[in-house]
């Protein structure tokens, strides 16, 4: 079992639509939880970060974080076209000390017009 | 604000060649990091620096050496560069010493080696 888990996708959603975007994770100790934005060529970018379970809001973007099912999500909604690249999932796993970040693979979303 | 600045953006060595990839961030960031990143493979950890000072194998270190000139520069070298190394090569840095702060990321270097 890989330690961050996304489907490479690509998940295709018409414009306008919620794009529903999900990672698991292995290590039950894992703390901090990040989604970050991949433009093709370009540099990872930071939208959401969840410590806690629940929900946390930003904009048109949620992120779903629940401990017990070791699984968190992001959602997007009123999907854009520029919503259109890889989302990495990213979390920080263990205890004490330095708490090394595990990257999953990404999804790829696509946003139709 | 530049954030995390990488040099160079794209390179091709030929195998045995050497090279020092540089990054540098004006954040006051106490961590930093170097990751490649392959197609399907995802974003893999090279090696880190928690703090000025210190610096520790990730993922995947060989053929990889370090070094945390100072609190803003962190340099990685490839001493004797092979064609598994060709990738994308991402310096990040973040605020803690930890990995429960976000990192911040350079643009990246393109590096091919023949």
């Known amino acids: 079992q890989k330690e961050v888990e996304q489907n490479s996708g690509p998940l295709s959603v018409p414009e306008g639509a919620i794009a529903s975007l999900n990672c698991t994770y292995s290590d039950r100790g894992s703390q901090s939880f990040f989604w970050y934005r991949q433009y093709s060529g370009k540099s990872p970018e930071l939208i959401m970060f969840?410590?806690?379970?629940g929900d946390k809001e930003d904009g048109r973007f949620t992120a779903q974080l629940n401990k017990a099912s070791q699984y968190v999500s992001l959602l997007i909604r009123d999907s854009q076209p520029s919503d259109s690249a890889t989302y990495l999932c990213a979390v920080n796993r263990g205890s004490g000390g330095y708490q090394k970040v595990t990257f999953g693979i990404g999804t790829k979303l696509q946003v139709i017009p | 604000n530049a954030g995390v600045t990488q040099t160079p953006k794209f390179q091709v060595l030929k195998t045995g060649q050497s090279m020092t990839l540089q990054c540098a961030q004006d954040?006051?960031?106490?961590?930093m990091y170097w990751y490649r990143q392959d197609p399907g493979m995802g974003l893999r950890l090279i090696y880190y620096s928690a703090s000025e000072g210190t610096t520790d194998k990730g993922e995947v270190p060989n053929g990889y050496n370090v070094s945390r000139l100072n609190k803003r520069e962190f340099s990685l070298r490839l001493e004797s560069a092979a064609p598994s190394q060709t990738s994308v090569y991402f310096c990040a840095s973040s605020e803690g010493t930890g990995g429960s702060q976000p990192q911040h990321f350079g643009d990246g270097t393109r590096l091919s080696i023949l």
């Open positions: 954040m006051n960031h106490n961590s």
């Open positions: 969840i410590y806690s379970n």
